[in-house]
């Protein structure tokens, strides 16, 4: 893929690719067949700046802890959250999971352009609004975050102190992307906003290439959007040219020195290429304590998700008890 022939339109249809015969990832695959009775709520709640961001509320049986889910880069809520939601659900922690600004049945314009410093004001948001929930016990509410969720989970506990400990998962710490693709991202973004300042519509990337490349260098599994389309996840696959332009200049190193005393989580793939295990690595040793990592021997990015997921999330249950002793 080349920058210099972007995505322009707000259609998705010349961005997406249909593939097939692909393996469905087990945590994915048992939608709906959990035996759980406990509801999803349909819920809605205001941000700061003006916006309602809307998601899922996972209301466990008793009055107790909560904790709030975020998902992947560009991703909505359907994608792995609603299972892991249930999981915890069903041990008793209330659940809330939102699309993140821009993304869903979320506000936010233009669609599919990725903040990261707005949406961990938006986990603040979130944290005010479960606080007053009758059945949350407000001094004991975690944040949980995967892959680009988890850096901004990492954000927001450093900033945050009323959540109660935080968790994680395979965190994408340096969206930057690769040195000689920066240049070209950031002549590009110049040249966007020009023309939207002259009324263009916004210019978009694709999400994901074909090959699994990402715009700015990175590389994610080429598999990753047709084993979505197979799941029925509505992931757009388009991101706009801001969103590249924003990750330049963001930097969660410099805060998850300040995530400490809240007793932090980090859990990290031994073989993770899509957000590469040294950085995450390098992040877990910059944090003060208290704070403890699970390394997934043998997994990658997100092949943690095959096999017993059980282990791996009774793990963090464990963590939250011991932490927020409940």
């Not at 990753?224 to 190193?253: D, F, G, K």
């Amino acid at each position: 893929y080349s920058l210099q022939n972007p995505c322009t339109r707000p259609s998705t249809s010349d961005c997406n690719h249909n593939h097939s015969n692909l393996p469905s990832p087990a945590l994915l695959s048992r939608k709906n067949t959990m035996s759980s009775t406990l509801p999803r709520l349909d819920v809605e709640f205001p941000t700061l700046d003006g916006l309602t961001l809307r998601g899922w509320l996972y209301p466990a049986s008793k009055r107790g802890p909560a904790m709030i889910l975020s998902p992947g880069f560009n991703m909505p809520k359907d994608a792995i959250i609603p299972d892991i939601s249930k999981w915890f659900q069903e041990r008793d922690v209330t659940c809330l999971a939102c699309d993140p600004r821009s993304i869903g049945a979320s506000d936010g314009e233009p669609r599919n352009d990725i903040d990261p410093r707005q949406q961990a004001e938006h986990l603040h948001d979130a944290v005010t609004w479960l606080s007053e929930n009758p059945l949350v016990d407000a001094t004991r509410i975690a944040l949980w975050g995967l892959c680009f969720g988890g850096n901004v989970t990492l954000a927001a506990a450093a900033l945050d102190k009323r959540i109660a400990a935080m968790i994680s998962v395979a965190p994408l710490i340096d969206s930057t992307g690769l040195p000689e693709r920066r240049q070209p991202i950031l002549e590009l973004a110049m040249y966007d906003r020009a023309g939207r300042l002259a009324g263009d519509d916004p210019m978009y990337l694709p999400y994901v290439n074909e090959d699994g490349s990402v715009p700015n260098g990175l590389q994610l599994a080429a598999d990753m959007m047709p084993a979505l389309e197979r799941l029925s996840i509505p992931v757009e696959n388009r991101v706009t040219v801001q969103t590249y332009y924003r990750a330049l200049l963001w930097s969660v190193l410099n805060l998850v020195e300040y995530i400490a005393p809240t007793p932090a989580l980090m859990v990290t793939p031994e073989f993770d290429v899509s957000c590469p295990t040294k950085d995450q690595l390098e992040a877990y040793e910059r944090m003060g304590e208290p704070k403890e990592l699970d390394i997934l021997k043998g997994k990658g990015h997100l092949d943690w998700i095959f096999g017993d997921v059980d282990s791996i999330l009774n793990r963090q249950l464990d963590f939250l008890k011991r932490r927020m002793d409940f």
